[in-house]
């Protein structure tokens, strides 16, 4: 595997490196929650369908709470915005912990911020987005993110490893599975405290200038949107596609058709996707330099096919070891459009619109995914269908692709041109 110079990560500043720490302390706390969220559930009593519509009402949720503080952090502070987010990550832990109650759990998974899928959710990943473009140059501005996704997905690795292994080692302490996956989750809130005091740290710096921004505020631009609100829709469009398709296999499922197919313990379960994590991540960070030779926009689409196909073949494995390593074997070239999709989309709207364009196709992504889970859960209930939501899946993510290679192939980033675009940082 080809890894991309590490210069630029000895170039960042103070905040860029709490940027980085805060993004491996999230999703540590992501994937811890991610292996034992559905086992917790069922513990509860909630039946598949409920399951599946408590995580879409989460996925909504965490939507609006995106929408609402992306489009706001680039004229009331980032900073702020971020330990808003880290504020409702706690309430929400702290709510699914004291209660059993189908009804408080809604609310606070509507409410708050939590991950079902190991993955980013809520504000936090738009507004990083935006504050690390502005700290690096044009050039390094893919390899940055390249790193940025490693640490995460090796975060979210970690994370999964250790909630699948604590849970088994409570339970063979005596602890109720119930109790056992609970303990993960109070981790989950405590985690959010952490978050709420690296974001304190942050400097101005992180802030766009203010005589970058609008001077029309209002409906017009309640989005934070301007100059590139046409680009940003007609991404959000595509992203919203990717999502929903992303949205029937998410960790949590996942997790849970390998123990409903296999009979696989929460340990094991743990180990999985350990792997699986740390293969995601080293395929971002081969991104930088495959985008590099062939361009972004190549890289989402090229890398991403393949990585579906191989999804649709996991349910196809006739035993465990089989559908292991397809899956391993997607997820090694899984994600090297997610740091290409990022970098994209900062480097084609003003600096002053990134925290927006983030949350804007940020916001797009989880809409498209909070639609899809109560579709699962009811698939997951049916022992006929509990493969076909990696169908869909793999499926309608191939079309995204190549509707997103139509529509975007001759736009390029200013990195990959002659000359700097107007809009380019």
């Known amino acids: 595997m080809i890894l991309p110079a590490s210069h630029g990560l000895r170039t960042l500043t103070?905040?860029?490196?709490?940027?980085?720490?805060?993004?491996?302390?999230?999703?540590?706390?992501?994937?811890?929650?991610s292996v034992v969220l559905v086992l917790y559930l069922a513990q509860l009593g909630l039946s598949e369908p409920l399951i599946?519509?408590?995580?879409?009402?989460?996925?909504?949720?965490?939507?609006?709470?995106?929408?609402l503080l992306t489009s706001t952090a680039d004229r009331f502070g980032r900073r702020r915005m971020l330990i808003i987010g880290a504020g409702l990550m706690v309430f929400a832990?702290?709510?699914?912990?004291?209660?059993k109650e189908f009804t408080l759990l809604l609310f606070a998974?509507?409410?708050?911020?939590?991950?079902?899928?190991?993955?980013?959710?809520g504000p936090f990943l738009p507004i990083e987005q935006a504050a690390l473009a502005q700290i690096v140059a044009d050039k390094k501005r893919t390899q940055v993110f390249s790193w940025y996704n490693l640490v995460g997905s090796f975060a979210t690795a970690l994370g999964a490893l250790a909630g699948g292994v604590l849970a088994q080692a409570l339970q063979k302490k005596g602890m109720t599975p119930s109790a056992s996956y609970r303990m993960i989750v109070l981790g989950y809130a405590a985690m959010g405290l952490v978050l709420a005091l690296l974001f304190w740290q942050l400097s101005r710096g992180i802030e766009p200038s203010l005589d970058r921004l609008p001077k029309k505020e209002g409906l017009k631009n309640w989005s934070g949107l301007h100059r590139s609100r046409v680009l940003v829709l007609k991404l959000s469009v595509l992203f919203s596609l990717d999502a929903f398709a992303g949205g029937f296999i998410v960790q949590s499922f996942v997790v849970y058709w390998f123990h409903r197919r296999f009979g696989v313990e929460p340990a094991m379960l743990g180990s999985i996707f350990f792997g699986?994590?740390?293969?995601?991540?080293?395929?971002?960070?081969?991104?930088?330099?495959?985008?590099?030779a062939i361009g972004l926009v190549n890289t989402m689409v090229f890398t991403h096919i393949p990585s579906n196909i191989l999804l649709m073949l996991v349910p196809l494995m006739p035993n465990l070891t089989l559908a292991i390593i397809v899956?391993?074997?997607?997820?090694?070239?899984?994600?090297?459009?997610?740091?290409?999709?990022?970098?994209?989309?900062?480097?084609?709207?003003?600096?002053?619109?990134r925290s927006a364009a983030a949350g804007v196709t940020g916001v797009a992504r989880t809409t498209g995914a909070a639609l899809?889970?109560?579709?699962?859960?009811?698939?997951?209930?049916?022992?006929?269908?509990?493969?076909?939501?990696?169908?869909?899946?793999?499926?309608?993510?191939?079309?995204?692709?190549?509707?997103?290679?139509?529509?975007f192939r001759t736009l390029r980033p200013p990195e990959e041109t002659k000359t700097t675009l107007s809009t380019g940082a």
């Not at 599946?52 to 929408?67: E, Q, V, Y």
């Not at 740390?278 to 330099?289: E, F």
């Not at 899956?327 to 619109?353: C, G, K, N």
């Open 93 to 99: 832990g702290v709510v699914f912990v004291i209660t």
């Open 109 to 121: 998974a509507t409410i708050g911020v939590i991950s079902p899928s190991g993955y980013e959710v």
């Open 372 to 407: 899809s889970p109560i579709l699962t859960g009811m698939l997951l209930g049916n022992q006929t269908l509990l493969s076909v939501p990696f169908f869909l899946a793999g499926g309608l993510k191939i079309i995204y692709d190549l509707l997103l290679y139509q529509s």
């Open 14 to 33: 103070h905040d860029g490196r709490l940027l980085f720490g805060t993004r491996i302390a999230r999703l540590f706390a992501y994937g811890s929650l």
């Open 52 to 67: 599946g519509l408590l995580l879409t009402l989460t996925l909504i949720g965490d939507t609006a709470i995106s929408l």
């Open 276 to 292: 699986a994590n740390i293969l995601a991540g080293l395929s971002a960070l081969s991104a930088a330099r495959i985008a590099a």
């Open 327 to 353: 899956l391993l074997l997607r997820f090694s070239i899984s994600q090297m459009d997610v740091p290409t999709r990022q970098s994209y989309t900062m480097a084609i709207v003003t600096p002053d619109e």
